[in-house]
């Protein structure tokens, strides 16, 4: 069973950047690593997900053109670049694994692990 550890929250200001890493611990096989966030008082939502390979990538439309997602599958990590970041982004953020690598945008609920979250926090 695959652990999710989730690492480079913080408080910035707005229009810093920040990324946040998904280092996957044990475990065996191949999966998609998606990327959602709880802003206060909200619920869950998408942010952004990578298949396996890496050749497919998919955002939601508020981060798209200020995050970039990917991963190195060697060092079992999943990165997610965030730039430009404004008060509207704070939240904590989680990432989860998709083992189907393939359903991975059909809702949350098909993950199959999730990480405890790292916490962002953008000031105006």
């Known amino acids: 069973q695959v652990k999710l550890v989730e690492t480079g929250g913080g408080v910035v200001e707005a229009g810093a950047s920040l990324n946040l890493t998904c280092t996957s611990i044990?475990?065996?096989?191949?999966?998609?690593t998606g990327w959602f966030r709880r802003r206060p008082g909200k619920d869950r939502e998408f942010v952004a997900v990578?298949?396996?390979?890496?050749?497919?990538?998919h955002y939601a439309d508020a981060v798209r053109g200020r995050f970039t997602v990917s991963r190195d599958n060697i060092e079992r990590t999943t990165s997610l670049q965030m730039n430009d970041l404004k008060p509207e982004d704070t939240a904590v953020y989680y990432c989860?694994?998709?083992?189907?690598?393939?359903?991975?945008?059909?809702?949350?609920?098909?993950?199959?692990?999730w990480g405890q979250g790292t916490q962002v926090t953008v000031s105006s």
């Open positions: 044990g475990g065996t096989g191949s999966f998609a």
């Open positions: 990578i298949n396996w390979s890496g050749g497919r990538k």
């Open positions: 989860a694994a998709d083992y189907s690598d393939s359903r991975y945008l059909l809702g949350a609920h098909v993950y199959d692990f």
